[in-house]
């Protein structure tokens, strides 16, 4: 087995993980912190698979880039919405 | 052994990932998440993408893990003892012990037919890095990863930019929170004084990452997120205030990267397609758009953490 392919079936664990924790998790902070752990696992097959024979692919990479600077305006917009829940429910 | 070495980084992962999401401690989980982060930047250095490797390290563990921290604050105001928060896990009664069974136990066959299918795939038959290679000659870089982000896919990162303006605004409209502000202790003398150090010397390298991007791993992603988290030193040294509601000229900032980017391409529309760079041309506009995109992408990173962050309570 490839490092690639190693690292896309982690991103399919990271993945269903994180879509079981934005399920069952309570507190919004924890599903904000799941909806990060799905978004890394997704990025990790994106390259991953990619690179399953070995040797770098750029096309991925660049996307998997931007993603993470999506994910984390992403991020911060849910927790501007999470402060402005009520007290009651964090 | 190299094999072994990519193993116990994955179960490394996989552990932090679990024990952020299922720790019963809320700041152990941000912690474990920050963790989590770190090593997602060094599973990036083992997959041959060290552009990758910066940014998530500057964005994805350290501008997220300040945010989360942050929230964090204003959630349990006096940080020291973890405050009492509703249980992770559901009540521990029959239905609910049936539905966390069920839902880990869909999750469980979702990995499974997708792990099932990653080990099915034919082979790609479009090779994407030899096309890439081919027209490398032709892109006015000679980093692919650069060539890719601002020329043979220019219009993703375009729209990319867009996106992060429109969070941006989604959060100048959500305005002041109306939750606890993080209590403002004086700032540490030492920290104060090393801020004032490090600031110049990250400006400077920012401007490195942005030069060297045409060349090696590194661009206006790994610069802007540089420049931001000098302004979240900063912020954090009380030496740069909270920006309550920015005003015309940081708001040309904010915007500047995305109108210049936008700029190039409504003129390089005669070309035929979207963002189609004239090769004798190309490496100049880049640089033009990569020098906006730093800017800006360092404002609106840093804006994310500093609009608002020290809003009074409203009443």
């Known amino acids: 087995m490839s490092a690639g392919l190693l690292y896309a079936l982690a991103g399919v664990l990271l993945f269903a993980l994180g879509l079981g924790g934005i399920v069952l998790l309570r507190h919004a902070l924890r599903r904000i912190l799941a909806f990060n752990v799905m978004g890394s696992g997704a990025f990790l097959v994106l390259v991953g698979l990619a690179q399953r024979d070995g040797g770098a692919d750029p096309v991925p990479q660049a996307m998997v880039l931007t993603g993470i600077v999506v994910a984390v305006a992403a991020t911060a917009l849910a927790l501007a919405l999470l402060r402005r829940l009520p007290e009651d429910r964090p | ?315």
């Open chain 2, 1 to 315: 052994m190299n094999l072994l070495l990519d193993g116990l980084l994955v179960l490394a992962l996989l552990w932090s990932a679990w024990r952020a999401l299922a720790s019963p401690d809320l700041a152990r989980a941000v912690v474990l998440f920050i963790v989590f982060g770190l090593l997602m930047a060094l599973a990036w250095a083992r997959l041959n993408a060290p552009d990758i490797a910066l940014a998530e390290a500057a964005i994805g563990a350290g501008l997220t893990g300040a945010l989360l921290l942050d929230a964090l604050g204003r959630l349990q105001p006096g940080t020291g003892a973890p405050a009492p928060e509703s249980p992770a896990q559901p009540p521990a009664n029959r239905a609910g012990r049936r539905w966390t069974g069920s839902v880990a136990l869909v999750a469980g066959l979702l990995a499974a037919a997708l792990a099932y299918a990653l080990f099915q795939l034919p082979a790609p038959t479009v090779r994407l890095p030899e096309q890439v290679a081919a027209n490398m000659a032709a892109s006015g870089v000679d980093h692919p990863v650069t060539a890719v982000l601002l020329n043979f896919r220019g219009y993703d990162t375009l729209l990319e930019v867009a996106v992060l303006l429109i969070a941006l605004i989604g959060l100048l409209t959500l305005g002041p929170a109306a939750g606890r502000p993080a209590a403002p202790g004086p700032a540490n003398p030492l920290l104060k004084a090393l801020a004032r150090l490090l600031v110049p010397l990250m400006i400077l390298s920012a401007g490195y990452l942005l030069w060297a991007g045409a060349h090696r791993p590194g661009g206006a992603f790994q610069a802007g997120a540089l420049l931001a988290a000098a302004a979240v030193l900063l912020h954090l040294a009380q030496l740069l205030p909270a920006w309550a509601s920015p005003g015309r000229l940081l708001r040309l900032g904010l915007a500047g990267g995305f109108l210049i980017f936008l700029g190039v391409a409504a003129a390089l529309l005669a070309e035929g397609a979207l963002l189609t760079y004239p090769p004798a041309q190309a490496g100049g506009l880049i640089l033009l758009i990569e020098a906006g995109l730093t800017v800006s992408l360092g404002l609106i990173l840093a804006g994310l953490f500093l609009l608002f962050a020290g809003a009074e309570e409203r009443p």
